[in-house]
């Protein structure tokens, strides 16, 4: 009776087990390095070229772009928050993916994910100020580019300096993350107000 009880226990333990492990693997793969368009990431198979390779190969695929952006065309999460305030009427384009806007976005933004963009420059007015939001202000930098070579006045379209990760004061200015208290020089330091739920840990 006894070694048929600890029998049972230890299956019980097992399958606990299982479903945490399973679970950890669920969350874990959400937050891999593979790229947005569900590509597996690179293999290292002995040879760090190879992988350095890939993902620069990756990077282009992203539209990584080739040339910095004017500096005059990035805008600090302060002055966008202003803008906000003051009810300028900007366009605001975040062009994550659609689960990474899920997650947590500026409330005001559209979603076009810059994969997808060409096909949607319809949808942007090229008649107003457009600010581009991605996680980190990379992607944001090639969306920027896609828009003045489709005739997009490169004086209207900006590119939010540092992304959802600075607008949040998870990064401040100099690129450090910040603890409790924000060293942002202003920009973050309090909480942004409009954020639509909370941006994913990943």
Known sequence: MRAESRSMWSRGLTIIYLLLLGFG??????CGNAT???QDPPKINGS????NANQNTT??????PG???????????GDLDAAINANKEWQLVDIRESREFAAGHIKMAINR???????????????KDIVLIDLNGTR?????????????DQTKVKVLTGGMLQWNGIVST????????????????EALPEVQEMVGGC
Do not use: F, R
Request: cysteine-free; charged content about 20%; proline content about 3%.
């Open 48 to 51: 760090q070229e190879q992988v």
């Open 113 to 127: 994910p810059l994969g997808d963009l060409k096909n949607n420059l319809a949808q942007i007015s090229k008649d």
């Open 25 to 30: 693997v669920i969350i874990l793969t959400g």
């Open 140 to 152: 944001a930098q090639s969306a920027w580019q896609v828009l003045v070579e489709n005739g997009y």
């Open 59 to 64: 990077q282009q695929d992203q539209g990584v």
């Open 174 to 189: 100099a690129g450090s993350i910040s603890s409790g208290d924000n060293q942002s020089g202003g920009d973050a330091s």
């Open 36 to 38: 947005d368009k569900g």
């Open 67 to 77: 040339e910095k952006i004017p500096a005059s065309a990035n805008i600090a999460t």
